[in-house]
């Protein structure tokens, strides 16, 4: 498949990072198109996680974090100073490796999000929490204990819910950091197809180091190392016909 | 490691190509000095090739479904498949050559050989060379074996025409005619395949399809 050239959803241009003295990412450029599953992957730190942290602006948090290049949300500039960071997290959502759920019920893990965006009402929250646990794949599985304890799920089933939670905010954006390195082969291919179905109406951005991963999921790849991307296409010709001989040897399992 | 388990392939696909190869240089001796023995041992070292063939395309199979190889691996898997079936059909087709040689050595002969040994030694080029382009993996090589099917294709419609001319003066030469004309169509027929692997072989290099274009 060709990328599509539409109007790009994410324009990250020259994006460097530094923590402290330490640069992560040198001078990153590449454009994330909507309804797309774009996959980010490379070996263990090389920069993955600091890379889409960036794009909802997590890094914010981490102490001696330096930026320099830009990243557009949609054409605007997502670290201008009039950005308002909290609705820019809202429609760029994240799901982590580890499914860290809240205290409260399933029922209340997926309408929490609903709730501080101001609805209360509770038919109009019963609504929100089926229809994102249906979409999650969830409903069916936990109808029943929908007010129960989120510790009896399967791990799988947390992360899903972790899904579930962050798709409850209608986000334009769901960025994955490595869903399923916690997760079984069974649970593993459950939210592969869930990433897949997703795209019909979200944009998702996928990180993994397992190539073969990247290669099922996703639309287009991009291929970091040592903080540089050094390739970034369709994934059918990042997984045939790479460029460079090191994206090469990354796909055929020769480094990482 | 996949990377052993492909020199292996490699290796083994050139010993089959090798056969093949000797296969229809013999078949074409054969024909020259009109010698039906010759041409019974090509037809018999055809079971050979099969074998070769069979044990190749379950090796491919295997690398792929335990290694599920990506990039150059995968295309590389995907052309010795390719490469494997035509070299098979090489050798088909020499076995068929053998067997007109068989026909021809009883009959009498239409005419003297003239564009025969030519046509012969280049298609027998093609081949080596197609290989070789496959052992190196040089694309270029591999795209100049399609220019030169095409002067084999040239010369087979020259070749039918004159012998067209000769059967309608001469129609008790029509049985000889025939099988000159079916071994004719063989051999050009190689010149194909060669050329068929070339395309192969660049797609393995380059990772663009130029077959059809």
Redesign the interface.
């Known amino acids: 498949m060709q990328i599509e050239e539409k109007e790009p959803i994410l324009s990250i241009h020259n994006l460097s990072v530094w923590y402290g003295d330490d640069q992560i990412l040198n001078s990153l450029s590449f454009e994330v198109q909507p309804k797309q599953v774009t996959a980010l992957i490379g070996p263990a730190n090389c920069g993955k996680s600091t890379l889409v942290r960036c794009f909802n602006r997590l890094n914010d948090f981490t102490p001696n974090f330096k930026f320099s290049g830009e990243i557009l949300f949609k054409g605007s500039d997502m670290y201008a100073e009039k950005t308002d960071v909290t609705a820019i997290r809202k429609k760029i959502g994240m799901v982590f490796r580890k499914p860290e759920l809240f205290r409260y019920s399933i029922y209340e893990n997926v309408a929490y999000g609903a709730r501080i965006s101001g609805i209360n009402q509770s038919s109009q929250l019963d609504t929100i929490v089926e229809r994102t646990l249906q979409r999650s794949g969830l409903w069916n599985e936990i109808e029943s204990i929908l007010h129960g304890n989120p510790e009896q799920l399967s791990i799988g089933q947390r992360q899903r819910l972790c899904i579930a939670r962050a798709l409850a905010v209608e986000p334009e954006i769901l960025i994955f950091d490595e869903p399923c390195g916690e997760l079984d082969p069974i649970e593993t291919v459950k939210i592969e197809n869930l990433v897949r179905d997703l795209r019909k109406d979200c944009t998702l951005i996928f990180v993994t180091n397992k ?2 991963q990247a ?1 099922r999921v996703s639309d287009v790849a991009g291929f970091l190392y040592c903080g540089g991307l050094i390739e970034f296409g369709t994934t059918e010709k990042i ?4 460029q460079d001989t090191r ?2 040897h990354y ?2 399992g020769r480094l990482g | 490691m996949l990377e052993n388990e492909i020199k292996g392939l490699q290796h083994k696909i050139l010993e089959m190509a090798g056969l093949a190869e000797q296969m229809l240089r013999q078949a074409i001796e054969s024909i020259l000095t009109r010698d039906s023995e010759l041409a019974e041992i090509v037809v018999a070292t055809d079971d050979r090739i099969d074998l070769f063939e069979n044990e190749i395309e379950s090796s491919c199979i295997q690398l792929i479904a335990l290694h599920q190889p990506v990039a150059v691996e995968l295309r590389f898997l995907t052309t010795a498949m390719k490469v494997n079936h035509s070299i098979e059909r090489i050798a088909d087709k020499s076995v068929a050559i053998a067997k007109r040689s068989i026909e021809l050595s009883e009959l009498p002969p239409v005419k003297p050989f003239v564009d025969l040994p030519y046509v012969a030694q280049v298609i027998q080029a093609m081949v080596k060379d197609a290989i070789d382009a496959f052992v190196n993996r040089n694309a270029e090589r591999a795209l100049e074996i399609r220019e030169r099917d095409n002067e084999v294709d040239e010369i087979y419609e020259r070749m039918l025409h004159e012998l067209l001319t000769i059967l309608s003066e001469h129609p008790r030469l029509i049985e000889s005619g025939i099988s000159l004309l079916l071994l004719f169509r063989h051999m050009e027929r190689i010149g194909d395949l060669a050329a068929n692997i070339g395309e192969e072989v660049y797609y393995l290099v380059k990772g663009d399809v130029i077959r059809h274009s």
Not at chain 1, 239 to 242: A, G, K
């Open positions: 190539r073969r290669a997984f045939t016909n790479p994206t090469e796909v055929t």
